[in-house]
């Protein structure tokens, strides 16, 4: 795994640092709401993990699985794959998704959720790639800013692979263009 690694990105200490503040913050904000909190599988696996361990305060957890029909490290058409049954109306949502890229999965799970009526709906991500934004979709809360290049590890996957990596790293693109 790690010799297809570029360059370390974010180490695990930056990383459970963040997600303390990021916890801090949400616990400011959530503490008297009840949200529910939505995790976008497979990535949100290990953010959500350290993120919900950092509140403590009430709150519901639910997931949902969305794929999106792309070619390799890019996005296209997003679909649904698994859903929640528990309703929303009038709750606090909050999403929890690894990485904001095009911001394509963000606007379509948004837009799924809005039309349950729930009190509120807003994102944190982990990771955001703002230069490769194609719809406008603003996160509330974001971990890190990162550069436009592939990063796997902390959850996110290249192939289904790299997940377990327990730091953010720049993918080789040779591992990808080929
Ligand atoms: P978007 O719909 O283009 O915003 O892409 C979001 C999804 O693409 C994320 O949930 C990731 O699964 C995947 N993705 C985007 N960029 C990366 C990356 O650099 N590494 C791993 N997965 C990524
Ligand atoms: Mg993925």
């Given at each position: 795994m790690e010799?297809?690694?570029?360059?370390?990105?974010?180490?695990?200490?930056q990383i459970?640092?963040?997600?303390?503040?990021?916890?801090?913050?949400?616990t400011r904000?959530?503490?008297?709401?009840?949200?529910?909190?939505?995790?976008?599988?497979?990535?949100?696996?290990?953010?959500?993990?350290d993120?919900?361990?950092?509140?403590?305060?009430p709150?519901?957890?639910?997931?949902?699985a969305?794929?999106?029909y792309?070619?390799?490290?890019?996005?296209?058409?997003?679909?649904l794959?698994?859903?929640?049954?528990?309703?929303?109306?009038?709750?606090?949502?909050?999403?929890?998704?690894?990485?904001?890229d095009?911001?394509?999965?963000?606007?379509?799970v948004?837009?799924?959720?809005?039309?349950?009526n729930?009190?509120?709906?807003?994102?944190?991500a982990?990771?955001?790639?703002p230069?490769?934004r194609k719809?406008?979709?603003?996160?509330?809360?974001?971990?890190y800013?990162?550069?436009?290049?592939?990063?796997?590890?902390?959850?996110?996957?290249?192939?289904?692979?790299y997940?377990?990596?327990?730091?953010?790293?720049?993918?080789k693109?040779?591992?990808?263009?080929?």
């Open positions: 010799q297809d690694i570029a360059t370390t990105l974010l180490t695990q200490e459970q640092s963040r997600v303390r503040e990021l916890g801090a913050q949400i904000d959530y503490r008297d709401k009840d949200p529910i909190i939505v995790g976008i599988l497979r990535g949100c696996f290990i953010f959500m993990a993120l919900v361990r950092e509140l403590p305060f709150c519901t957890l639910e997931f949902l969305v794929s999106s792309g070619q390799g490290t890019t996005s296209g058409e997003v679909c794959t698994r859903d929640f049954p528990m309703p929303i109306e009038g709750r606090h949502i909050l999403i929890l998704e690894d990485i904001l095009s911001g394509r999965t963000l606007d379509y948004v837009r799924l959720l809005r039309q349950r729930p009190a509120s709906v807003e994102i944190c982990f990771l955001d790639k230069e490769r719809v406008d979709i603003q996160a509330r809360y974001i971990g800013q990162v550069p436009d290049a592939f990063v796997v590890g902390y959850g996110l996957d290249y192939a289904d692979k997940r377990n990596l327990p730091y953010i790293g720049i993918l693109p040779e591992i990808y263009n080929t």
